[in-house]
C-alpha cells in the first residue's frame, strides 16, 4: 500500500524567510503533485512532477522531484501572507489509477 | 463546463436518511475520482471510472456507498443509510485519462453534514 508522508503538518513562518516542506512516498512512482487548498476551497493545482530530477518553479514556489529517495519537496522562498494555505502533495501509484495524498501541510505566514 | 461542477455545495442530512452527490466533470474528460475530506484530514480516495472499464472501486468504505456514472460523463454518488462519521466534504475530479501530463481538476466539493 502506497503511503505518502509530509512534513512538517503545520508551520508558522515570518514573511520574507525561506522554508522547505517535505513530502516521502514508499512506493515507486514518477508521477507527484503538490496542490494548495484555502480554507472552504477546493484544491488548486500546483505542480506536476512527472520524472526523477524534475524541478518547477511559479513565483515564491519550487518544487523538486527525486524519484531514487522517494522524496519531493516545496521549497517557499521571501515568503509572504498571501501563500498561507493548506499544502498537499499527492502521488499517483501508476498511471491513471488514483492519487494518494500526504496529510496536509497547514502554512501560516505572520506579517 | 469550463471546470468540474459539483451539487450540492452543501447538504444536512438525518442519520438514517439516502444522499446523492453529483459531479459534472469537464467536457472530453474520461476519468472522474470522487474523494472525501474529512475535517482536518487529507483525501481519502473513494471510486475511480475511467471510459467504459470497470471502476475502481476498492476506496468505497462500505456497502452504503455507491456510485454510478451514466453516459460516460455525470456521476453520482449515493450514501445509503447515512451515519455522522459520512460527515465531509466530497470532492470530485476529472482528468482527461490515463496519460494525465495535465494533471486533475477537482471540483469545489459536496460539504455533507449528517446531524
Known amino acids: 500500500e502506497l503511503k505518502v508522508e509530509q512534513n512538517p503538518l503545520f508551520l508558522s513562518m515570518q514573511e520574507g524567510k525561506n522554508y522547505t516542506i517535505y513530502c516521502n512516498y514508499s512506493?515507486?512512482?514518477?508521477?507527484l503533485y503538490w496542490y494548495r487548498q484555502d480554507p472552504g476551497k477546493s484544491l488548486e493545482s500546483l505542480f506536476v512532477l512527472l520524472s526523477n530530477g524534475a524541478v518547477k518553479q511559479e513565483g515564491r514556489l519550487m518544487a523538486s522531484l527525486d524519484t531514487k529517495a522517494r522524496l519531493s519537496t516545496l521549497h517557499i522562498t521571501a515568503a509572504v501572507h498571501d501563500l498561507s494555505a493548506t499544502y498537499f502533495c499527492?502521488?499517483?501509484?501508476?498511471?491513471?489509477?488514483?492519487?494518494?495524498f500526504g496529510e496536509g501541510t497547514q502554512l501560516t505566514v505572520n506579517p | 463546463g469550463a471546470g468540474v461542477s459539483q451539487s450540492p455545495s452543501n447538504k444536512v442530512t438525518e442519520k438514517g436518511k439516502d444522499v446523492e452527490l453529483r459531479c459534472d466533470p469537464i467536457?472530453?474528460?474520461?476519468?472522474l475520482y470522487w474523494y472525501r475530506q474529512s475535517l482536518g484530514q487529507g483525501l481519502e480516495f473513494l471510486i475511480y471510472f475511467q471510459g467504459n472499464s470497470a471502476p475502481d472501486k476498492s476506496g468505497l468504505p462500505s456497502d452504503r456507498f455507491s456510485a454510478e456514472r451514466t453516459g460516460g460523463s455525470v456521476s453520482t454518488l449515493t450514501i445509503q443509510r447515512t451515519q455522522q462519521e459520512d460527515s465531509a466534504v466530497y470532492l470530485c475530479?476529472?482528468?482527461?485519462?490515463?496519460?494525465?501530463?495535465?494533471?486533475?481538476?477537482f471540483g469545489s466539493g459536496t460539504r455533507l453534514t449528517v446531524v
Open positions: 512506493t515507486t512512482s514518477d508521477r
Open positions: 475530479a476529472s482528468s482527461l485519462g490515463p496519460t494525465l501530463f495535465y494533471g486533475y481538476t
Open positions: 499527492a502521488v499517483e501509484e501508476t498511471s491513471g489509477s488514483r492519487l494518494t
Open positions: 467536457s472530453g474528460h474520461t476519468a
